[in-house]
């Protein structure tokens, strides 16, 4: 099955910085990529996806790349607030619709002001 | 956009007794509904992918007389631990999608403690 490795697993950043979080994935198969925001106590948003049909894909000042040779995504966060503090997950899921996503293990954000 | 609640928000119960959790879709029709339990600081593990009209489809080392799923319409699915132990205390959270949608709308989650 479908195994999403995260790193880091912890990142501090100054407000202002970019922030990058990184995956892989095991399945060759998958190509539905998407990211979740996490505040403590609240379920998972939905803050950006990607599909495997394209390399890049940008939301104001986040991104997220897709290279699907070496079977590894990336968000970027571009000028950090302190708003951004969360734990974020990456995902990803098989090619038929409605399948279950396997996530990452988490990274949680820290923006300093 | 698509919106996902789940009632209770937070449910203290004894041991031995049996908890229902709610998941609804509000604004859309969903055929599938997946549930998911998060410890502490720890990742989101899958537990049963829950599809209207037909029995829920159970990950490996989740028992399902324990933790029954019904799906019984398309905006409404329900989690119900049975004879609950301490161990069970965990934060729930389902997802729902559209019908031929890749995207998972999660909702806000259920804080269960067992005492």
């Known amino acids: 099955g479908e195994n999403v490795e995260q790193h880091p697993s912890t990142l501090s950043v100054q407000e202002g910085d970019s922030a990058v979080i990184k995956c892989t994935y095991s399945d060759s198969a998958s190509n539905y990529f998407p990211w979740y925001k996490q505040e403590l106590g609240k379920g998972p948003q939905l803050i950006i996806d990607i599909r495997s049909n394209v390399g890049e894909k940008k939301d104001q000042r986040i991104a997220v790349t897709l290279n699907k040779t070496a079977k590894h995504f990336s968000l970027h966060i571009t000028e950090t607030q302190p708003e951004d503090s969360a734990v974020y997950f990456c995902?990803?899921?098989?090619?038929?619709?409605?399948?279950?996503?396997?996530f990452g293990k988490g990274t949680t954000l820290s923006v300093s002001s | 956009g698509a919106v996902v609640s789940q009632h209770p928000s937070r449910v203290i119960c004894k041991s031995g007794t049996s908890v229902k959790i709610e998941c609804r879709s509000l604004?859309?029709?969903?055929?599938?509904m997946f549930w998911y339990r998060q410890f502490p600081k720890k990742s989101l593990m899958l537990m049963a992918t829950s599809n209207e009209g037909s029995k829920a489809t159970y990950e490996q080392g989740v028992e399902k007389d324990k933790f029954l799923i019904n799906h019984a319409s398309l905006t409404l699915s329900t989690l119900t631990v049975t004879s609950a132990h301490p161990e069970d205390s965990s934060f729930y959270i389902c997802?729902?999608?559209?019908?031929?949608?890749?995207?998972?709308?999660f909702g806000p989650g259920t804080r269960l403690t067992v005492l």
């Open positions: 995902a990803a899921s098989s090619p038929q619709a409605g399948t279950a996503l396997i």
């Open positions: 997802s729902a999608t559209f019908p031929s949608g890749y995207e998972q709308f």
């Open positions: 604004d859309f029709q969903a055929t599938t």
